[in-house]
């Protein structure tokens, strides 16, 4: 291994490049794109999967490790050089798709077509039923899935990148998409995606509560309610299903001074505000404040360990 100032060097470096071709480029074709891979897996693994719930949750853990060792295997074999890294780790981001989803619903919503507008939501950004949600429902979920999304696609892989390479970036986004696929609690996936949810939970728990600080950090910056996005997500993160997801979702909240809301689950943020198509705008703009903010402390992250560097004995 290297040292560690030259270490941080080359994942900041691959990182940096990372961003910077995803910014470009987006994501590939999806019958080209590491994700659908793992998806094909994971189909394969429910099509074998047996039908009693002990072994259906057994079969779930092994076939999630099956593709941990797989998955991990490839990217411990991938060239070690920064830019070789930074070319694969963007196939793992999305931001810029998932922009580009958001901007399309709030394009539908500001031309006044409710219907295209659910349709987008519903195709590209959740997975809740969309026929029957009002305009500001539509705005919010957009938003919701902008805030959460910052954490899944891309605060999370940054951060498994930076602590364990690739391979632990590989088997992040291997997890995060077996939770998307098996991570509901039905007949069908009750047993089957358990363990796949419990590790996304625990792997998800710091990327989240770093994403809440970032939009707080990015609102104090855009429009002085970073307290504000704060206190929300202290307040409301907890209400969600999930351990992790409530986080961003109610520091946006906060952020845009607004109540985003998932019919008969939730409501995070106490605004007066109802999402509409620019405050969709406003989050997005938000969210590109974050990635400055991503960026600069990467940037801070390599001119410190090329300092850190340069001062060490030869």
């Not at 290297?2 to 080359?10: D, E, F, R, W, Y």
């Not at 590209?124 to 938003?143: K, N």
């Not at 986080?247 to 995070?268: C, E, F, I, N, S």
Request: charged share 15%; net charge positive; with cysteine.
């Amino acid at each position: 291994m290297p040292p560690i100032p030259n270490l941080i060097q080359q994942r900041a470096a691959a990182a940096l490049a990372a961003l910077a071709i995803d910014a470009a480029l987006g994501d590939p074709p999806n019958h080209l794109h590491p994700v659908g891979v793992m998806g094909r897996w994971l189909r394969w693994g429910e099509q074998f999967a047996p039908s009693s719930p002990g072994a259906r949750l057994v079969w779930g853990a092994v076939w999630l490790a099956g593709g941990w060792v797989a998955f991990g295997g490839v990217g411990a074999l991938a060239p070690r050089h920064w830019l070789a890294q930074g070319v694969l780790m963007s196939l793992l981001l999305a931001y810029r798709g998932l922009d580009r989803a958001v901007a399309e619903v709030e394009a539908a919503l500001a031309a006044g077509d409710l219907a295209e507008a659910r349709r987008l939501l519903g195709w590209h950004l959740v997975s809740r039923p969309t026929d029957d949600l009002s305009a500001p429902e539509v705005a919010g979920a957009a938003i919701e899935s902008l805030a959460e999304n910052l954490s899944d696609s891309v605060v999370a892989p940054l951060l498994a990148f930076l602590s364990g390479g690739l391979p632990a970036m590989v088997i992040y986004r291997f997890t995060n998409t077996a939770d998307a696929m098996w991570g509901y609690r039905t007949e069908r996936f009750e047993h089957l995606g358990k363990v796949v949810a419990r590790c996304d939970d625990v792997f998800n728990l710091a990327p989240a509560r770093l994403t809440a600080l970032l939009i707080a950090l990015a609102a104090q910056l855009a429009n002085r309610r970073g307290r504000a996005a704060l206190a929300v997500a202290w307040r409301d993160a907890r209400r969600t299903a999930s351990p992790n997801a409530g986080w961003p979702m109610a520091a946006m909240a906060g952020a845009l001074d607004t109540v985003l809301t998932k019919r008969d689950h939730y409501a995070l943020g106490a605004g007066q505000c109802l999402p509409n198509a620019a405050m969709i705008g406003e989050a997005r703009r938000l969210g590109q404040l974050v990635m400055a903010l991503i960026t600069a402390g990467l940037l801070g992250a390599l001119v410190f360990a090329r300092f850190a560097e340069s001062r060490s004995p030869q």
